[in-house]
């Protein structure tokens, strides 16, 4: 059974970086058969989709995030990474990482359980 | 990008009851959609894939449907632990854009 699990700091000063690791623990990263994911939601809001990479190295990236965004990964510890630069209150949200099965298009059929990034001063 | 309309936004249902909800796509997407269940504090958990499979372990009064650009997930009958937020997303490409979801809320 793959576990997924974020972690990283819970409050960002505006205009710094945002960096959450994801360690995948049960199953390898190195499977070809999947993208990893990050997906963020603010507060009583709906799901935003991030982006996503392969470990062949292959990432794609919402475009409305595109300039700020990167998504990077570390077979050798079983990891996956966001950074997201010059934040604002706007980039204040619980953050998901997550499986995408390669096979289904988009389609997300494990979660981390969530992190809450607050962006603030 | 590709639009993900969801309707209703909310709705309240009793415990038996046939419960629908919509999603329109702003353009073909075949049958690239999948629905997601989303309780209050935790990750959302995945329900049906390509519109109408079920993911293993799903009860199967989940049922989806649809093709193109219109979807629907049904749940009948509704069980007291399906109360609960609903989102769909389009799979067809990136980025994978989600519904705004529909809150299932006891009447």
């Known amino acids: 059974q793959v576990q997924l699990q974020e972690s990283g700091p819970g409050l960002v000063k505006p205009s710094q970086t945002l960096s959450l690791t994801c360690t995948v623990s049960?199953?390898?990263?190195?499977?070809?058969?999947?993208?990893w994911s990050w997906i963020r939601q603010p507060a009583g809001k709906g799901l935003e989709w991030i982006g996503r990479?392969?470990?062949?190295?292959?990432?794609n990236y919402n475009p409305s995030l595109k300039s700020r965004v990167t998504i990077s990964v570390d077979t050798s510890k079983n990891q996956f990474s966001l950074k997201v630069n010059s934040v604002t209150a706007a980039d204040t949200a619980f953050y998901y990482c997550?499986?995408?099965?390669?096979?289904?298009?988009?389609?997300?059929?494990?979660w981390g359980q969530g992190t809450l990034v607050t962006v603030s001063s | 990008d590709i639009q993900m309309t969801q309707s209703p936004s909310s709705l309240s249902a009793s415990v038996g009851d046939r419960v629908t909800i919509t999603c329109r796509a702003s353009?073909?997407?075949?049958?690239?959609v999948s629905w997601y269940q989303q309780k209050p504090g935790k990750a959302p958990k995945l329900l049906i894939y390509?519109?109408?499979s079920l993911q293993s372990g799903v009860p199967s009064r989940f049922s989806g449907s649809g093709s193109g650009t219109d979807f629907t997930l049904t749940i009948s009958p509704l069980q007291p632990e399906d109360f609960a937020t609903y989102y769909c997303?389009?799979?067809?490409?990136?980025?994978?854009?989600f519904g705004q979801g529909t809150k299932v809320e006891i009447k």
């Open positions: 049960g199953g390898s990263i190195s499977s070809g058969s999947y993208y």
């Open positions: 990479i392969h470990t062949s190295g292959s990432t």
């Open positions: 353009q073909s997407i075949s049958s690239y």
């Open positions: 997303q389009q799979t067809y490409s990136t980025p994978g854009t």
């Open positions: 390509a519109a109408s």
């Open positions: 997550a499986r995408t099965m390669a096979a289904v298009g988009l389609t997300i059929d494990c």
